[in-house]
């Protein structure tokens, strides 16, 4: 498997803009299908974005599209969510996730095999 460590979490105001990071090592990272989810306390984990590993289509949850923008750079072994207009609803614990060899971009969480520790955002309002 792939280990995935995210990172550029933090706490911000509405409006205002985050770039998640997902570094991973290990196994051939170009070939891993990439997801981001996010959960808060009390509630299943939910999918935000993915990106495939073949023809780089994407896929987005409904409240983030036009806000959110996945991308990878297979180069340096690292997947991104530009998060813009952040709102508070966005506030959540983002978890970056793999798939090997997934033949199309997926919102299952069961999909992944692969998932990092997390890191906060926290949109104020």
């Known amino acids: 498997q792939v280990h995935l460590v995210e990172s550029g979490g933090g706490l911000v105001q509405a409006g205002e803009s985050l770039r998640l990071s997902c570094a991973a090592s290990?196994?051939?990272?170009?070939?891993?299908?990439m997801g981001w989810f996010r959960q808060t306390p009390g509630k299943e984990r939910e999918f935000v974005a993915a990106?495939?590993?073949?023809?780089?289509?994407?896929l987005y949850t409904d409240s983030v599209k036009g806000r959110f923008t996945i991308s990878r750079d297979n180069a340096r072994n690292t997947v991104y969510l530009q998060m813009n207009s952040l709102e508070p609803e966005d506030t959540a614990v983002y978890y970056c996730?793999?798939?090997?060899?997934?033949?199309?971009?997926?919102?299952?969480?069961?999909?992944?095999?692969?998932w990092g520790q997390g890191t906060q955002v926290t949109v104020s309002s």
């Open positions: 996730a793999g798939a090997y060899r997934l033949l199309t971009v997926s919102r299952s969480a069961s999909a992944y095999g692969s």
């Open positions: 990106v495939s590993w073949n023809d780089y289509s994407t």
């Open positions: 290990g196994r051939t990272f170009s070939v891993y299908g």
